[in-house]
């Protein structure tokens, strides 16, 4: 998560850039995979054969696959407005804009929830409200604690600055 404090805001934003260029790879691949047999990369003057259905099968399966992941991992981007009095979640994807406004005097403590997966421990910022429910701030888990940890420290110094 990257952490940017600039008063009155604080902004908390997922940092996708690896998953989204390990996603994109599929898209890139399937993409070639596609353009080859067509005679989009080489003319190589040959009669279409099963090999090239193959490959614009596999390729079409690739691209796809790539473009679901990449609908499925929306960036989320949080912003805490003293001067609105507002909590600002946004989540953006490929085809897909969601927002979620709270009441920043609502807002009560970040509260960071672990769960065991199967390739490890999982982190995920929630900001606890007055109610005792948990928002999550990001649609991702984490493996690394450390920036979750930045994040957490510096909602906490925000709310407390609030309360002053």
């Known amino acids: 998560m990257i952490t940017i404090n600039k008063a009155p805001l604080l902004i908390i934003k997922d940092s996708l850039i690896g998953v989204r260029l390990f996603y994109g790879a599929f898209v890139i691949g399937g993409a070639v995979a596609i353009a ?3 005679g989009l990369c080489i003319d190589s003057g040959m009669p279409f054969a ?7 099968g596999i390729g079409s399966a690739g691209l796809l696959a790539g473009l679901a992941l990449i609908y ?3 960036a989320t981007n949080t912003a805490f407005d003293r001067t609105q009095g507002i909590v600002s979640i946004t989540q953006r ?9 709270l009441t920043l005097a609502d807002a009560r403590e970040p509260v960071i929830v672990s ?6 421990t999982g982190y995920r910022l929630h900001l606890k409200m007055a109610d005792g429910e948990l928002v999550p701030l990001s649609a991702h888990w ?5 920036s979750i940890d930045q994040a957490a420290a510096a909602i906490r110094g925000y709310l407390d600055a609030r309360a002053e």
């Open 115 to 120: 769960r065991e997966g199967t390739e490890g």
């Open 72 to 74: 499925r991992t929306p």
């Open 36 to 38: 080859c047999p067509l």
């Open 93 to 101: 994807g490929l085809l897909r804009h969601k927002r979620t406004t």
């Open 142 to 146: 984490a493996a690394n604690r450390g």
């Open 50 to 56: 099963a090999r090239d259905y193959l490959a614009i």
